[in-house]
């Protein structure tokens, strides 16, 4: 093509690309994109751009080229006796065709007679609006004045469009043949001097560069945003959780968790060497803790065990976010008169875990807290309601379960379509009197509080069967970038039982 343009305008001054479309039998588009390729290889045309507009018959204007104008139309539907007014407006486009009848003097309306009669009022007619439309359609001059374009534009049988050109001409380096242009300077060329022969590509500085690589939020931050958003959405107020490290007594003791739990092995929780103990606690406080843990107290009976200062003093990786809910609940307790409060973290938590696929060692908890006066598990399922609610989550099932710093203990479960079983979304309960008490709470205050991890949704969310295809060295960091954000992520429904 653009070898034939070429030819073409070596033969002819010059030549606009409409005329070369319709010379060569070709698309416009198709020579404007020949025309592309010619000018980037130096000066060999010269192209300047012109508009011109163009009349066009609308769908309408088509249909009335075809069948007649709508006046016309009217006119020829009216019999020698003459049709009640009411029957003709039945016709299609009959009120606008009733109209330019009207307007021109071929029907009339006869009200001597009831009901009125429309009849002709004149033999015979021209239809020149179907004439000048199908001139047009033929691309032949059609004389329309601009009162008639004017009035088919309003009717809409006619519109104008731009049609956008090049007027071609010889350029100064005018030649019948392309030549590559070079689009590097090598080491090479400048060694031999062959580039001083050579003709190059100019730049295009206007040319998009290559996008800069940055970073993107990983799927774990989309959901903990989303996550972070429906607390403060419920009124909840964040917890500070930036103490990875903690103390057997906040992480254990505090919670009302005996020190021969199994949780507090080695073979469940990292212990730090170094520091390996903590010295500074609230002795006051601290002495109630081990009074309810050996004794009981406040209508417990407590454990019966032989409490060991040393034992509490270990320090760990935290593995639960509740040791900050404990912290924040034992300085709730410690302000003069005592105020309802909703609070929530949501960050990382160390477990001495079997890694596998849907296991880690490190991996994060969500955990929510309201602490008022008489809550019971009806407020506790209703706040499970609200907040589920807003992760797209309706209907929600509860088991029965032990936990040692709640009592009553609820897993809570939801039927999750896509993977066609019923899943774990997180645990929760009621704080014990033994752990409330002692720090120093009022009788009547209840916290109710639950938890759930922050993998699993996520998981969910995005199809992911293995957690380390979504947390760890094998992380596919395009998924990364093309991860959708986060919004609503679960359908659950309730079982049939």
Same mark, same amino acid.
């Given at each position: %093509?653009?070898?034939?343009?070429?030819?073409?305008?070596? #033969?002819?001054?010059?030549?606009?690309?409409?005329?070369?479309?319709?010379?060569?039998?070709?698309?416009?588009?198709?020579?404007?994109?020949?025309?592309? &390729?010619?000018?980037?290889?130096?000066?060999?045309? &010269?192209?300047?751009?012109?508009?011109?507009?163009?009349?066009?018959?609308?769908?309408?204007?088509?249909?009335?080229?075809?069948?007649? &104008?709508?006046?016309?139309?009217?006119?020829?539907?009216?019999?020698?006796?003459?049709?009640?007014?009411?029957?003709?407006?039945?016709?299609?486009?009959?009120?606008?065709?009733?109209?330019?009848?009207?307007?021109?003097?071929?029907?009339?309306?006869?009200?001597?007679?009831?009901?009125?009669?429309?009849?002709?009022?004149?033999?015979?007619?021209?239809?020149?609006?179907?004439?000048?439309?199908?001139?047009?359609?033929?691309?032949?001059?059609?004389?329309?004045?601009?009162?008639?374009?004017?009035?088919?534009?309003?009717?809409?049988?006619?519109?104008?469009?731009?049609?956008?050109?090049?007027?071609?001409?010889?350029?100064?380096?005018?030649?019948?043949?392309?030549?590559?242009?070079?689009?590097?300077?090598?080491?090479?060329? =400048?060694?031999?001097?062959?580039?001083?022969?050579?003709?190059?590509?100019?730049?295009?500085?206007?040319?998009?560069?290559?996008?800069?690589?940055?970073?993107?939020?990983?799927?774990?931050?989309?959901?903990?945003? #989303?996550?972070?958003?429906?607390?403060?959405?419920?009124?909840?107020? #964040?917890?500070?959780?930036?103490?990875?490290?903690?103390?057997?007594?906040?992480?254990?003791?505090?919670?009302?968790?005996?020190?021969?739990?199994?949780?507090?092995?080695?073979?469940?929780?990292?212990?730090?060497?170094?520091?390996?103990?903590?010295?500074?606690?609230?002795?006051?406080?601290?002495?109630?803790?081990?009074?309810?843990?050996?004794?009981?107290?406040?209508?417990?009976?407590?454990?019966?065990?032989?409490?060991?200062?040393?034992?509490?003093?270990?320090?760990?990786?935290?593995?639960?976010?509740?040791?900050?809910?404990?912290?924040?609940?034992?300085?709730?307790?410690?302000?003069?008169?005592?105020?309802?409060?909703?609070?929530?973290?949501?960050?990382?938590?160390?477990?001495?875990?079997?890694?596998?696929?849907?296991?880690?060692?490190?991996?994060?908890?969500?955990?929510?807290?309201?602490?008022?006066?008489?809550?019971?598990?009806?407020?506790?399922?209703?706040?499970?309601?609200?907040?589920?609610?807003?992760?797209?989550?309706?209907?929600?099932?509860?088991?029965?379960?032990?936990?040692?710093?709640?009592?009553?203990? %609820?897993?809570?479960?939801?039927?999750?379509?896509?993977?066609?079983?019923?899943?774990?979304?997180?645990?929760?309960?009621?704080?014990?009197?033994?752990?409330?008490?002692?720090?120093? =709470?009022?009788?009547?205050?209840?916290?109710?509080?639950?938890?759930?991890?922050?993998?699993?949704?996520?998981?969910?969310?995005?199809?992911?069967?293995?957690?380390?295809?979504?947390?760890?060295?094998?992380?596919?960091?395009?998924?990364?970038?093309?991860?959708?954000?986060?919004?609503?992520?679960?359908?659950?429904?309730?079982?049939?039982?």
């Amino acid at each position: %093509m653009a070898e034939r343009i070429l030819k073409y305008l070596s #033969e002819n001054s010059e030549v606009n690309t409409l005329k070369l479309a319709e010379v060569f039998k070709e698309d416009h588009q198709k020579v404007i994109g020949a025309l592309k &390729s010619i000018q980037a290889n130096g000066d060999l045309v &010269s192209a300047e751009p012109v508009s011109d507009k163009q009349i066009e018959l609308t769908t309408e204007g088509k249909l009335v080229a075809k069948a007649g &104008s709508h006046e016309a139309n009217i006119y020829n539907a009216v019999p020698e006796a003459g049709i009640s007014q009411a029957e003709l407006m039945k016709l299609p486009n009959a009120k606008v065709g009733f109209s330019k009848a009207m307007s021109n003097g071929w029907v009339l309306v006869d009200k001597s007679v009831n009901p009125p009669l429309v009849k002709k009022k004149v033999a015979e007619i021209k239809d020149l609006v179907q004439d000048q439309l199908k001139l047009l359609q033929a691309g032949q001059p059609t004389g329309l004045s601009d009162k008639e374009k004017a009035d088919y534009k309003k009717r809409k049988l006619i519109q104008e469009s731009i049609i956008k050109s090049f007027v071609l001409r010889k350029g100064p380096d005018f030649s019948l043949t392309l030549n590559k242009l070079e689009t590097d300077l090598t080491t090479e060329m =400048l060694a031999s001097g062959s580039w001083k022969s050579l003709k190059f590509k100019e730049y295009n500085l206007d040319a998009l560069g290559v996008p800069p690589s940055s970073g993107f939020l990983h799927p774990l931050l989309k959901v903990r945003t #989303e996550f972070r958003q429906i607390f403060l959405e419920m009124g909840f107020s #964040e917890m500070p959780t930036n103490n990875y490290v903690e103390n057997s007594f906040w992480n254990f003791d505090a919670l009302f968790q005996p020190q021969q739990h199994p949780a507090r092995d080695a073979h469940d929780t990292f212990f730090v060497s170094e520091p390996q103990f903590s010295h500074k606690f609230p002795e006051d406080y601290l002495q109630r803790v081990k009074t309810v843990h050996r004794k009981g107290g406040y209508g417990s009976q407590g454990y019966g065990y032989h409490w060991q200062y040393k034992e509490t003093q270990k320090n760990l990786l935290r593995t639960h976010t509740t040791a900050v809910s404990a912290r924040m609940l034992y300085k709730l307790a410690q302000q003069k008169e005592f105020k309802p409060t909703k609070l929530f973290s949501i960050d990382k938590v160390f477990r001495n875990e079997t890694l596998d696929a849907t296991h880690l060692a490190e991996f994060h908890q969500v955990e929510g807290v309201i602490a008022d006066y008489n809550l019971t598990l009806g407020d506790l399922i209703g706040v499970f309601a609200e907040f589920f609610k807003k992760l797209g989550i309706t209907e929600l099932e509860f088991k029965p379960a032990y936990n040692p710093y709640t009592e009553p203990s %609820m897993e809570i479960f939801c039927f999750h379509p896509g993977l066609g079983k019923w899943i774990e979304l997180g645990n929760s309960g009621i704080f014990r009197p033994e752990m409330l008490l002692p720090m120093g =709470l009022p009788r009547n205050v209840t916290v109710i509080a639950w938890g759930l991890s922050l993998e699993r949704p996520t998981m969910i969310k995005y199809g992911f069967n293995n957690i380390r295809d979504l947390v760890g060295p094998k992380v596919d960091l395009e998924m990364i970038q093309k991860s959708p954000p986060c919004a609503c992520f679960m359908g659950c429904r309730r079982s049939p039982s």
